[in-house]
């Protein structure tokens, strides 16, 4: 019987049990064993009880679990190739030659890497004389599967990542309380969300709520923004508004890629505008809770196309990520999908923002 392991890896989103669930329950039905991997990558290098064969039941009440259940870590041996050498051992002894790695760009580059060094590993723990040619007769390739788990949707050539619709309900939820007491006091606040080359969040918060203003990390304010926000923000209250709400993205910065902060933002609000000002950071709020809807949805979808793919790998197929493109569950060349990523956070650190929205732009036009 064919094995498929499964991991969730680098920052915990909501979602990733639903991943997890429809994984095993999807092997199981295609007549393959599922094995966890807790942990993450650190029970990949540790092995023996960090790798645990799953059955229907085990996964049961997965669904509406927030964060993960299997554990996720960062794992600096992983890095390494000693230590993906351990990795690449522990799976051999468990029989497993299939992977489903659910988490963020560094998770899956590392996943590739596996799996490029595959061969290679194999034969060095034969002349280390750590497994015989027997044992790793069977296992000549290993597919690796991603599935995106990050709350800050910071995965080009997909629409959304697991987790970022269960984030942004929060921090909807957050703003939403913040406002009801803000229009009471006629306050100003300032409220710093998660995202550090990925304004996603921000945006999107701030157009569900109807944010004065905000500050994204792909799209700096002009030079005088400072001028520019109290203008806006007077405007507004000259408009009758009784409340002020700025958002200001965790990778905020100026055009010259100076940090812009929620305090430095307050500062501006009280003494330029003359207005209280509060700020409220929402931290690990924006993590936790239970997955939305559609969070548990493009989860288990995803869990299921990611079983599929594992199925028709061949050696010669680039690994997969699985992605959703206008409502549909596709897969795209995970490599591909880094890099284009990367190209974002490159651009960015290059001052080049007009490159970094015409990439974020071609997301969105398929
Ligand atoms: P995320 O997956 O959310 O981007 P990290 O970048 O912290 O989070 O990656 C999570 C883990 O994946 C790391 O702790 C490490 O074990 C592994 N990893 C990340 N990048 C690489 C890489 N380039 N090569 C090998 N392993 C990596």
């Known amino acids: 019987k064919r094995r498929i392991g499964v991991l969730t890896s680098g920052g915990d989103a909501p979602g990733m049990n639903g991943a997890v669930r429809a994984v095993v329950r999807m092997a199981i039905h295609y007549g393959c064993e599922a094995y966890a991997i807790y942990e993450g990558y650190d029970g990949l290098v540790k092995g023996g009880d960090m790798i645990k064969e799953m059955h229907w039941e085990d996964v049961r009440g997965f669904l509406s679990e927030g964060g993960t259940l299997i554990g996720t870590a960062r794992c600096a041996e992983f890095r390494e190739r000693p230590g993906r050498l351990q990795a690449a051992k522990n799976m051999i002894i468990k029989g497993i030659d299939a992977l489903v790695i659910c988490g963020g760009d560094g998770s899956l580059t590392g996943a590739d890497t596996l799996r490029a060094e595959w061969q290679g590993l194999l034969k060095e723990l034969v002349e280390k004389k750590e497994l015989t040619e027997e044992q790793i007769k069977p296992f000549t390739h290993l597919n690796i599967v991603g599935l995106v788990g990050s709350i800050d949707n910071d995965l080009s050539m997909t629409d959304a990542t697991i987790g970022c619709y269960s984030s942004l309900a929060r921090i909807c939820e957050a703003v939403d309380s913040v406002d009801t007491t803000a229009t009471s006091h006629q306050r100003a606040f300032v409220i710093e969300v998660m995202g550090r080359h990925c304004g996603w969040l921000a945006l999107m918060a701030g157009v569900s709520t109807g944010a004065d203003f905000i500050f994204i990390p792909e799209e700096p304010p002009s030079e005088n923004w400072q001028e520019e926000m109290c ?136």
Request: some cysteine; glycine content about 6%.
């Open 231 to 366: 203008h806006v923000i007077k405007k507004h209250r000259a408009m009758g508004k009784r409340k002020t709400i700025v958002i200001v993205a965790e990778g905020a910065h100026d055009r010259e890629l100076n940090k812009i902060t929620p305090n430095m933002v307050k500062d501006l609000l009280t003494n330029q505008a003359g207005l209280d000002t509060r700020v409220t950071t929402l931290g690990h709020v924006q993590r936790g809770g239970t997955p939305s809807a559609y969070d548990r949805m493009l989860s288990t979808l995803q869990g299921v196309e990611a079983v599929r793919a594992v199925l028709d790998a061949t050696p010669e197929t680039p690994s997969p990520v699985i992605c959703i493109i206008e409502n549909k569950i596709v897969r795209r060349p995970l490599l591909e999908a880094i890099a284009q990523t990367k190209e974002v956070a490159t651009a960015i650190e290059a001052k080049d923002f007009d490159r970094a929205m015409e990439l974020r732009d071609a997301e969105f036009a398929e």
